[in-house]
Structure formats: C-alpha cells, structure tokens
C-alpha cells in the first residue's frame, strides 16, 4: 500500500518559515516527480511546487521566489522550504506523488493527507 505521510505544518507568523516534509512508503519515487499543492476552504487544489524526476524543479509564480522544493531519493521524501510567509500562503499542504506534467494540473498517482498551514499577519 503507497501511503505519503505530510509532517511539519504548523502556525507561523508573516514573513516568517516554515518546512514541511513527506515521506512515502509502500513505492519508491525515484525517477518520478514528487509535489507539492494546497487548497483553501472553498477554492480549489493549486499547485505549488514540483520536483521532476531529474531534480529539476517547477514553482507557481506565486511562491517563486520564496518556496524551495527539495527531495531525498534515499529517504524517499519531498521538502517544502517557504521563507517570507504571507497571509495567503496559509491552506491545508498536499505533497504528491508520481506527478504528470503539465503539474498544474495536479495528475499525480499518490497523494498524502494534507498538513495545514497556518499563517497569522
């Protein structure tokens, strides 16, 4: 059974950081694109960031800049680094597995649970 397990959200102030992190089980990753999403209450799920199976990443213009996405073929995890937190930036936090292109659309085989961020101003 594939299962990815989100740790790290929390509460932060703006402008502040905050990682997240996400280990998958069941499959290894390697060689897939592993990602991150989030989605607010009444919006729908939006794409963050993106780690390609080559290691090269992919950013939503809203968090370029600010967010990195970083991932461990050993450890079979995907990171979410986002410095300079801003208001909107809070939302539950997916990662994501096995991911198509084009990203945005958010066609991935593996999904976790989701970790809310929270984001006070």
């Known amino acids: 059974q594939v299962q990815l397990v989100e740790s790290g959200g929390g509460l932060v102030q703006a402008g502040g950081s905050l990682s997240v992190s996400c280990t998958a089980s069941?499959?290894?990753?390697?060689?897939?694109?592993l990602g991150w999403f989030r989605q607010t209450p009444g919006k729908e799920r939006e794409f963050v960031a993106v780690?390609?199976?080559?290691?090269?990443?992919y950013y939503a213009a809203s968090v370029m800049g600010r967010f990195t996405v970083s991932r461990s073929i050993t450890l079979n995890t995907v990171y979410l680094q986002m410095n300079n937190m801003k208001p909107e930036d809070a939302a539950v936090y997916y990662c994501?597995?096995?991911?198509?292109?084009?990203?945005?659309?958010?066609?991935?085989?593996?999904w976790g649970q989701g970790t809310q961020v929270t984001v006070s101003s």
């Open positions: 994501a597995g096995d991911c198509q292109p084009p990203y945005a659309d958010g066609r991935c085989d593996a």
């Open positions: 069941g499959r290894s990753f390697s060689g897939k694109a």
């Open positions: 780690v390609g199976g080559s290691g090269a990443t």
